[in-house]
């Protein structure tokens, strides 16, 4: 069964619609990097929100480094930062630090430690630790890790864990572990193309569900009672903390919604804190994050929104978000919901260019793909959720590709079409044309055919000469050797006892045979203006075939006593051609010439009837056209 034209651009522009559905579903990598780009734009597009002043950032920064000594410090001098901040109003201190080893100011590390884990015992504050995952299970034990009491609830057993599942953990000495009331994790792994933009906000280590540094700082100071994870489905979840709903993908990550470059939150020196200059309406009832910022002891990752943003405004980004009830997140049946909306788009789309045509379907895939983009924007800026239009746009764009290209299919073989019909309907002209000659006069007929084979072989020689390949292109030249039959189609015109006079012409007979180009090209002027095709390529070179191949390159022949590049190239070429044919052809009146002697006469007229050029073809060719004249004299002896 055939598909009409039109119902093949539909079918072409439905299979690229069906195709990137599919990978839509699937999410190939490859399309990573095109989503990544789509969600970062439009991060950055939103309106700033700015912090909500209830996180602040204690920094050890250079200044401090300055003041108190070179990092790591004594264990007591943490501790006594924890007890000014603490004894300053803050609800929770974090920190974003991991002390692993004994303290090297103090040889037994009893003491320091000591200091430090009795500010830890004091409560409200929460101790960072990091965990791993390129190893067996193994040392869990060894650290004190702070869980976080979760219900989960599934909607279907199928689903995949919903934890990445850590191995082990580095964690801060026991004694500091064991006196802090609560800790997190500080793991956070950027995006493949090296983009952080979200975080877990929880893992699980030895079966117990453990919360991330900033979580947990906010399940502190809120004195969170009740934590459910639901888990949607593969690619979604929602921690519920008491009456707040925290969208997290199928992994318990929460996309980061930054709340503007590197510095946005207050920071504080450690140094105006252990001095006591720090005013103490910074800290009131706020979650404090220390961590450090000089230059050989920061961690810093590369954000959508800004380069070299540190570690510990992460956590201080993290626990805004939480506070302010503000996300960003991938809508539950997001996937889904992408993959209907490139379905529909390609539907339309192949509707409408099956309808109003390619041109006008052009515009309508501008105005999808804006209309696209715009929307998802819309609901980003309005509800915080990111549906890509990176899958959509791919569908529509590959459909009207695909129906532009098979457009373009049908398009070429329409005109091939034609172009066999225009070839076809030359060779039944000529043919018939032709068969009128032979009707008047056998020979005049082989003739015109000989001829046909003797212009081509020159012509393709001539081609390779300087001035005439911009001329004589490949169509150009099989063109040529179809129509040169046709130089005598004039001779109908001559009446019967001149064509077959067996002796010489006289002159008045002479001056009568020459009236031939004039009208072969009436023939030619008639079937022009029949037809009504004027200006016709076809015609065109059979009309300075037919009416200047008795022209002279010296100027002296006929019938309008052209000279030199006046005369046509076609015409210069067959005047040679059909001298040649002349002279080897017996004749009732005389005998034929040689191919060698027809040779020695064609170079003698070389610059005065002949184009020196043509002539020059002619000689590099004659061995072929001596071939071809023998063929065709054995054939017609048969």
């Given at each position: 069964m055939t598909l009409r034209p039109s119902r093949f651009v539909l079918v072409c522009g439905l299979l690229p619609t069906i195709a990137v559905a599919l990978l839509s579903l699937s999410r190939p990598s490859f399309f990573a990097s095109l989503e990544y780009g789509a969600y970062d734009r439009f991060l950055r597009a939103l309106p700033s929100r700015p912090p909500s002043g209830r996180v602040v950032i204690v920094d050890i920064d250079e200044r401090s480094?300055?003041?108190?000594?070179?990092?790591?410090?004594?264990?007591?001098?943490?501790?006594?930062?924890?007890?000014?901040?603490?004894?300053?109003?803050?609800?929770?201190?974090?920190?974003?630090?991991?002390?692993?080893?004994?303290?090297?100011?103090?040889?037994?590390?009893?003491?320091?430690?000591?200091?430090?884990?009795?500010?830890?015992?004091?409560?409200?504050?929460?101790?960072?630790?990091?965990?791993?995952?390129?190893?067996?299970?193994?040392?869990?034990?060894?650290?004190?890790?702070?869980?976080?009491?979760?219900?989960?609830?599934?909607?279907?057993?199928?689903?995949?864990?919903?934890?990445?599942?850590?191995?082990?953990?580095?964690?801060?000495?026991?004694?500091?572990?064991?006196?802090?009331?609560?800790?997190?994790?500080?793991?956070?792994?950027?995006?493949?193309?090296?983009?952080?933009r979200r975080v877990p906000l929880l893992m699980m280590l030895d079966g117990r569900v453990l919360p991330s540094l900033a979580l947990a700082a906010v399940v502190a100071s809120a004195q969170t009672r009740d934590a459910v994870l639901r888990v949607i489905n593969v690619n979604a979840a929602t921690l519920l903390l008491d009456n707040r709903s925290v969208p997290l993908d199928g992994k318990s990550n929460m996309l980061l919604r930054y709340r503007g470059p590197k510095r946005t939150f207050s920071y504080v020196s450690a140094a105006d804190v252990l001095s006591g200059q720090a005013k103490p309406d910074l800290f009131k009832d706020k979650i404090v994050i220390v961590g450090t910022t000089a230059l050989g002891t920061r961690e810093v990752v590369t954000t959508p929104i800004d380069t070299l943003f540190a570690g510990v405004e992460v956590q201080a980004t993290v626990a805004d978000d939480l506070l302010q009830r503000d996300f960003v997140h991938v809508p539950e049946n997001?996937?889904?919901?992408?993959?209907?909306?490139?379905?529909?788009?390609?539907?339309?789309?192949?509707?409408?260019?099956?309808?109003?045509?390619?041109?006008?379907?052009?515009?309508?895939?501008?105005?999808?793909?804006?209309?696209?983009?715009?929307?998802?924007?819309?609901?980003?800026?309005?509800?915080?959720?990111?549906?890509s239009p990176v899958y959509p746009t791919i569908g529509v764009t590959s459909a009207y590709a695909a129906m532009a290209v098979a457009q373009l299919l049908l398009e070429r073989r329409r005109a091939d079409r034609e172009t066999h019909d225009r070839v076809i309907s030359q060779r039944l002209m000529v043919q018939g044309l032709l068969s009128l000659t032979e009707v008047r006069d056998v020979e005049t007929g082989r003739h015109s055919r000989r001829t046909q084979q003797y212009a081509r072989v020159i012509a393709e020689q001539l081609a390779k000469h300087e001035g005439f390949s911009g001329y004589l292109t490949r169509d150009r030249i099989s063109l040529l050797a179809s129509l040169a039959p046709l130089h005598d189609i004039g001779k109908v015109g001559v009446p019967d006892a001149l064509l077959n006079k067996p002796g010489a012409l006289t002159a008045d007979e002479m001056a009568e045979m020459r009236k031939h180009p004039d009208h072969g090209r009436n023939v030619l002027l008639h079937a022009e203006q029949d037809v009504g095709v004027p200006d016709d390529v076809i015609l065109a070179m059979a009309k300075d075939i037919v009416y200047t191949h008795h022209e002279k390159w010296d100027g002296t022949g006929y019938p309008q006593g052209l000279r030199g590049v006046e005369i046509p190239i076609v015409g210069r070429l067959i005047a040679l051609v059909d001298v040649y044919d002349a002279i080897t052809t017996r004749r009732t009146y005389r005998e034929p010439m040689s191919h060698e002697e027809a040779v020695a006469f064609i170079v003698a007229g070389r610059g005065t009837h002949f184009d020196p050029s043509v002539v020059d073809a002619f000689v590099e060719t004659a061995a072929v056209v001596g071939r071809l004249m023998a063929e065709t004299e054995s054939t017609a002896v048969r």
């Open positions: 480094l300055s003041a108190v000594g070179q990092w790591p410090w004594r264990r007591d001098v943490v501790g006594q930062l924890v007890e000014r901040v603490r004894d300053l109003g803050a609800s929770t201190v974090a920190l974003d630090i991991v002390f692993a080893e004994s303290d090297r100011f103090d040889a037994s590390g009893a003491a320091t430690d000591e200091a430090m884990a009795r500010a830890l015992r004091a409560g409200r504050v929460v101790l960072g630790y990091a965990l791993t995952f390129d190893g067996p299970p193994d040392q869990a034990s060894a650290c004190t890790q702070h869980p976080l009491g979760v219900a989960l609830i599934q909607r279907d057993d199928r689903v995949d864990d919903p934890f990445f599942r850590a191995t082990g953990a580095v964690c801060s000495l026991p004694i500091l572990t064991q006196a802090a009331g609560a800790s997190g994790f500080l793991n956070a792994a950027p995006d493949p193309d090296g983009r952080l997001g996937v889904l919901l992408e993959t209907v909306v490139v379905v529909a788009l390609g539907i339309v789309l192949t509707l409408l260019v099956g309808r109003v045509g390619l041109a006008w379907g052009g515009l309508g895939v501008i105005l999808v793909i804006l209309t696209s983009w715009a929307s998802a924007f819309r609901l980003m800026f309005a509800d915080g959720a990111f549906l």
